[in-house]
């Protein structure tokens, strides 16, 4: 994993995310379980008392995991923040996302989208750049999140770091990345990703897995050649979200999260100011109970 030099100004213009250098990963190790209580086998006293929930009935008590996360003394407080620029203070904490020996995909993240009448859907992703201007990605414009984007341009991004016990949410519109500007990332992909988006029509339903081995053996022998470049398709390219909110929380093991939200004032908006706070760049930051 390694990041452009953009990456290490405290404030970037925009920063390239790339996962072509490879990171020596083994099983994550959850640090600080807290112990439950052996799972009862007796139907009458699981711990959810419904007899629909299978989790007692497998073995797993679902509703006693949890894990100690940081302490009163490791709180996230106001001075605690880089910048009051959210976008450098998400760089600071991708950062050490990024240097983390046991996150292997820092820019993994939650992409929330929903149709016209509301009904969501959520799907992993990984982000692909970032900067004042918004949060990149790439997709297929033809796939179930690709066409609610282009119906409905709003989205909700999630950053979750396990081993930080950190998460940042962000929520804005959505539009589509210049084809100019999708090209060339399209090309800087290996030639297996790119095969890959062309042999793929993504969320269409298929007969088997077999068929997407024969179109890959298919393009693969036509674009044997690496001095051939493979056009990209039309119905891929990328999304960049154009924030209105990030929220940046940290967790404590006694369930009082820290959560400090920046946000754009509305038009005519009279703040209070034992509560809301000026920020840099036009934003202001609060802190939500949790």
């Known amino acids: 994993m390694f990041l452009t030099r953009a990456l290490r100004k405290s ?6 995310v790339s996962t072509s250098c490879s990171r020596t990963s083994g099983s994550r190790v959850r640090h600080g379980f807290i112990t439950t209580q052996p799972i009862s086998t007796d139907n009458t006293t699981g711990s959810s008392g ?8 497998e073995g797993m008590n679902v509703a006693g995991m949890r894990i100690a996360y940081k302490g009163g003394h490791e709180a ?7 910048s009051k620029d959210p976008i450098a203070q998400f760089t600071a904490w991708f950062k050490l996302a990024c240097d983390h020996p046991k996150i292997g995909e820092p820019n993994a993240m939650t992409l929330a989208t929903a149709t016209k009448e509301g009904i969501p859907s959520a799907r992993m992703v990984l982000l692909k750049g970032y900067g004042k201007e918004g949060f990149k990605f790439y ?3 033809e796939s179930r999140k690709g066409g609610e984007l282009l119906s409905n341009p709003y989205a909700s991004i999630v950053f979750y770091w396990e081993p930080l016990m950190r998460q940042i949410r962000i929520d804005g519109n959505v539009e589509k990345i210049s084809e100019e500007v999708s090209t060339e990332y399209f ?11 062309c042999v793929s029509h993504q969320s269409t339903v298929i007969e088997s897995r077999e068929v997407l081995i024969q179109k890959e053996k298919e393009l693969k022998e036509k674009y044997a050649d690496p001095n051939i470049p493979i056009p990209k398709p039309d119905y891929w390219g990328g999304f960049i979200l154009k924030p209105c909110v990030m929220e940046f929380w940290q967790g404590q093991s006694t369930r009082l999260h ?7 004032p509305r038009e005519g908006e009279v703040v209070n100011e034992k509560l809301t706070h000026t920020g840099d760049d036009g934003w202001v930051y609060e802190r939500l109970s949790p």
């Open 187 to 197: 090309h800087s992909r290996p030639r297996s990703s790119q095969i890959g988006a």
């Open 11 to 16: 404030a970037p213009c925009f920063v390239t």
């Open 76 to 82: 996230f407080y106001e001075s605690d923040l880089e």
């Open 50 to 57: 419904s007899d629909n929930d299978m989790s007692g009935k």
């Open 258 to 264: 820290d959560r400090i939200v920046f946000r754009r």
């Open 139 to 141: 997709t297929n414009y």
